[in-house]
């Protein structure tokens, strides 16, 4: 049971780890969006206020005054709820809000929240609210690391930026982890009540049985070295490598290596955070899409695990440093129900399209990890910190 | 155990249904191609006859002679393979070789292959190649169909035709099938050898055990009637009933009821192969993309099942007027292994962003259906004849 | 003063030439449109008919019964005037009416009109509007011809096809045209009434002076040697010879030569009406772009002439092999005004982002040309029989 | 003749207005570029510094070190002369260089350019190149103040912003210019040198005669309330008003209003420097495309003067508050040669698909505009300041 007094601390501390991520940008840094997965980092901000502004704040603090009427158009993701507007715009053309006033919302939202913890008695379903919008938060930040390297590693003066992580981990090796054929209970155990034990998604819940194969997972992610094997062999040049849709997303995008990768006089290097260096070798392969780890997987003979295979693994795995392609695709656990409200629109309505990743990574915050959490993008996605674990077939 | 003479047989029947589909067809009904998804006729008529000639008779025919040099070129669909042409082009752009053309190119294969089949020794590897070649014509006469009709259904004249198939069904009354939670098996049960049994598709193969929960599945499908319900009640019109991708498809192509619905003058119409009816409200509903089945699902507080829940409870079930959407993702079982060659191309490559229906339809000629067959679409194509079947949650 | 007798005449000549040009098609020929600009010649010989129906014999014969309720759907080009329909739909498309259709379509009208003409009382507009009728069907006549070229010349085949004219006309070395510098005038100068001469179009008519500078206009055309020499001094490889739009087309279409040109083994083959034929290096270039006539006369450091120099000098010249593209934007006359009605959207609602092409071609159809002809389309179209006159700087 | 104090002086005018454009920017504004028209004001001020340094300063500064190798790349708009780089990018996409880089690189090359000014000898053609240097400089000055007021005028908190002119401007009453039928002298007559009179751009100059039709232009510009009918009288839903290519325009972007007009509850708000306002109805309507323009007047039953008679008649108009479209195309003037070289690209690759304006606007630097100067833009664009004036058929 958590106390209130240190659910007011766990809000001070994911509202600064926020805002410590972004400590090293420029003003004009957070204001572009290169593509459309890609947020302005000041949009991150000013959305996550908006969550504690508009969900808790506004329904339950007596006479709150929003900070400014616009601002939960501008800072809003559920656009289906929002009516029609003089004006239709895109998160990467708006220079104002400022990021100062962006800041100020922050503040000012801290200070009303702070207030509101310190006095209020939370309800059941007001402490899970909280609970739901600092892992709300959390996964911004995973995404404003990642957008903000695609900012700086797509800008040609490649500069490198400091953040309250270290993006570069050795590996050491893991022995492989065998599974037996046999069942299997997945998905997160729920307990009586969502304040009785550690947070989880709507998405995760569901403890349900399985039946698997006997099957070995390799114990340790693919390398450089190895990707760049596939690489050098021209596996971006042979279909028959590749998934169908994965060929026609090479063959569009030209896709020549991982994401941030560049080979410049015959030697391959990457962005990273402290700048372009010479492609590591020993680190696990990174900012890889499904299509790739996919082929990746078939030109060794083997093949990705699935989402229940690694989570009845998990427990023998060293995992954390990539978020790890599965090849199971994000649908419901047996008996998933969607949640009423806006809340409700959390996870349910993107259970198509999108391949699930498990794991965590170097860009994950702290205690928002978990071996039953389900992660999960389109398979042409790679701006993430995503790897490959092989499966032996 | 299947005689040689009963294959010369089987041939004989198979490629005499191609050409008994077209023959109310006009002349310019076989060349047109009104989006990418649907082939023109002749291209269904000339590719399934390419197929015995490239992998039969060529390698297995000495000083066989092929039939036109070009032929190659404009019937294949495995693109990959073929290397650079002078001209790129579209199949609806083609308007040589004639209709008359592509019938003597299969008169000439025909009666090669029938030479063929009376004479030669058969291998069990040759005797599984024609089966695939027969399965795969058998594939394109439902695509043929399902072609001519939206060919004809987007035809300002609506023109009717004659079809060797009844389109109209009526629906009796069936049991729920229920089932009790445990362990299933699943997939095609592979005897010895591929002659051994019948016919079986790569991605069916491969019998393994899975675990499900207790579900019911409705003994009907979903019928007009009931769908009409959906339509009437504004549900193309409120997004929290579809997944994320499924509004955005229904507001970038305006959809507002199944395919081949019209409404004139307030009342419901439907284009069928007899020209325009109004909706029989006994029917199953038919022509719906997965994103329909999934929203009406969700409408009626249900879900789709999965192809696991639906194999298990095939034999309770009264399946065959309609593919049944599931919410199973078209993903490879359990130690599937993709096949050297360009029959190797089969199935595996296109185990990305598609659905998988189960059952068969009205449409699907006589002897191609089983309980085991993995049938599948992106979740957006409607044009084939797909229904709904719904699970209680 | 033509008299009535003439009409019918002229009618029954016009209407044949259009059915000679289609002589040597097979069904499918008439039937698809491998790009927009490329209307299916059935659907050429419709509108045609469906001109004379809706202009003439509708509001002229009392109790007239048109053909097909649907056709003036089908056939209409004049698409703003068109209602809501049911079904929006493509001209290549289309597989319904059958070419027989649309031949009994022109039947039946023939002899509407045969009867027509035999027994009215023309008023002076009727007249007139049988004149735009009949050179409005020879316009589509040219359009026929270059259409049936684009269908063939892009079918793998390549097949060739019998045509009521030559294509192939070698060229006699002609002296260049010298033009004082001064007053000239320029514009079909319409006598009182528009029966009272020859046919003009609304957009050339309007006799005005212009002020024109010393100038001499190349006397022959610019022949395929010269051009490839263009093409194999990398012409296309360097943007210093385009404008910036040129430059963009030759970038995304990957344009390397004039239309039909194909280099095989290292020579230079053109497709033409009779087939694949080594490219005569004596002939004018033909299908060649605004884009490509442009770059080519930079890179020679002349440039193309106005449409005023070219009519100026008109009589000094030797033409009607190929249209010529000028530099002259296509642009009303002084005094331009939009007739009323249908009829006067014909013209002016194209003067924006068109180039003018003065002359005719081997495909004009003959008494189709004159000195004030205005032809028009945008500078990236060249599948019609377009070529380079340059004049000196 | 100018002497060279004078043209120090010039110089640091010129600068000093492009930084007093900006100088209630906020950081973020400097940044964003909603549309592709439309550059990040940073993009200007280090183009228009770029231009100096490359230009000028490397070639004729012995042992100049340029300020950073990479913004050669970054803010040079004559993409066509630069190789291959690692990365390609989209001006709003950078973050980098910041805004206070831009004026760090600007201070450098001004101190290096006062340096050089005022020490060096300066040849005539070093000469011209400075002159068009400040005029280069003079036309992104107006592309800054419309592409700042297309970033606010966006953004849905539409803030107001000062700036170095009066963007209103009443509009007194002037009588029609008449023109009589004759011949007329247009263009720039250079005298011997260039240094010898003021400056002119490449393509004004070539004076040369024209003979004109006898002409009265309008000698008021359209108001807002004027066009207000045409809004009011279902203007933008006739296409028989439009050119075919502007109906095709409107109906796309669902274009219902000049840029920046917004009607809320029933009356017309426009956007303008100083926020949003009540449409003015006696000022000159303003940001209206050439399609708009051009399907106004003809709803008058009149039409846009040509670029000729424009000139012809300047001398008794009262010019400067709009842009004025006309009905001629961007074209080159008799006698016109692309110059050698990077400046030579300056104009005449632009010389297709654009429309020319003449006049000025209230944005136009002091200085900057004169009877013969000829602006081009594609008939769709409209965030210029650009309006329209008619002349009576």
Same mark, same amino acid.
């Given at each position: 049971m958590i106390a209130e007094q240190t659910l007011t601390e766990q809000y001070y501390r994911v509202r600064l780890h926020s805002e410590a991520i972004c400590?090293?940008?420029?003003?004009? @840094?957070?204001?572009?969006?290169?593509?459309?997965d890609v947020s302005p980092p000041k949009w991150h901000l000013g959305h996550t206020t908006w969550f504690w502004e508009t969900f808790?704040?506004?329904?339950?603090?007596?006479?709150y005054r929003i900070f400014h009427d616009d601002f939960s158009y501008v800072f809003n +993701? !559920?656009?289906?709820t929002v009516g029609k507007r003089v004006l239709r715009t895109d998160r990467?053309?708006? +220079?104002?809000?400022?990021v100062a006033g962006v800041y100020a919302y922050r503040a000012y939202v801290d200070e009303q929240m702070s207030r509101f913890l310190d006095t209020a008695e939370l309800s059941p379903d007001l402490h899970a609210l909280i609970l739901l919008g600092l892992n709300h938060e959390q996964q911004h930040q995973e995404l404003l690391i990642t957008d903000i390297k695609y900012i700086l590693g797509h800008n040609p003066l490649l500069p490198a930026i400091e953040m309250p992580f270290q993006e570069h981990q050795s590996q050491l090796p893991s022995p492989d982890a065998v599974l037996a054929e046999g069942i299997y209970t997945i998905g997160y155990h729920s307990? @009586? %009540?969502?304040?009785?034990g550690s947070f989880y998604f709507d998405n995760e819940v569901g403890s349900h049985k399985v039946y698997l194969n006997k099957t070995t997972l390799n114990g340790n992610l693919v390398t450089n070295e190895a990707y760049l094997a596939f690489v050098e062999s021209g596996g971006y040049q042979?279909?028959?490598?590749?998934?169908s849709d994965g060929w026609a997303w090479v063959k569009a995008n030209d896709?020549?290596?991982?994401? !941030?990768w560049h080979r410049i006089d015959g030697a391959w290097w990457q962005y990273t955070l402290d700048g372009l260096?010479?492609? @590591?070798?020993?680190a696990p392969v990174c900012h890889v899409s499904h299509y790739e780890a996919d082929a990746y997987a078939r030109w060794t003979g083997q093949r990705l695990p699935t989402e229940l295979e690694w989570e009845a693994a998990a427990p023998q795995l060293n995992w954390g440093a990539r978020w790890e392609w599965t090849n199971s695709a994000y649908l419901p656990y047996p008996g998933f129900v969607t949640a009423e409200g806006?809340?409700?629109? !959390?996870?349910?309505?993107?259970? %198509?399209?999108q391949m699930v990743l498990r794991g965590a990574s170097v860009?994950?915050?702290?205690?928002? +990890?978990?071996?039953?959490y389900r992660n999960f993008f389109q398979? @042409?996605?790679?701006?993430?910190?995503t790897g490959i674990r092989v499966v032996k077939n």
């Open positions: 400590r090293g940008l420029e003003t004009e @840094d957070y204001v572009v969006q290169p593509v459309a808790v704040l506004k329904p339950n603090v007596p006479g +993701s !559920y656009y289906e990467g053309n708006l +220079s104002r809000p400022t307990p @009586d %009540s969502q304040t009785g042979n279909f028959r490598h590749w998934l896709i020549q290596a991982p994401l !941030y260096r010479p492609v @590591d070798l020993n806006a809340v409700g629109e !959390y996870n349910g309505k993107f259970m %198509s399209g860009a994950t915050p702290e205690g928002h +990890s978990r071996a039953t398979p @042409d996605k790679r701006w993430q910190y």
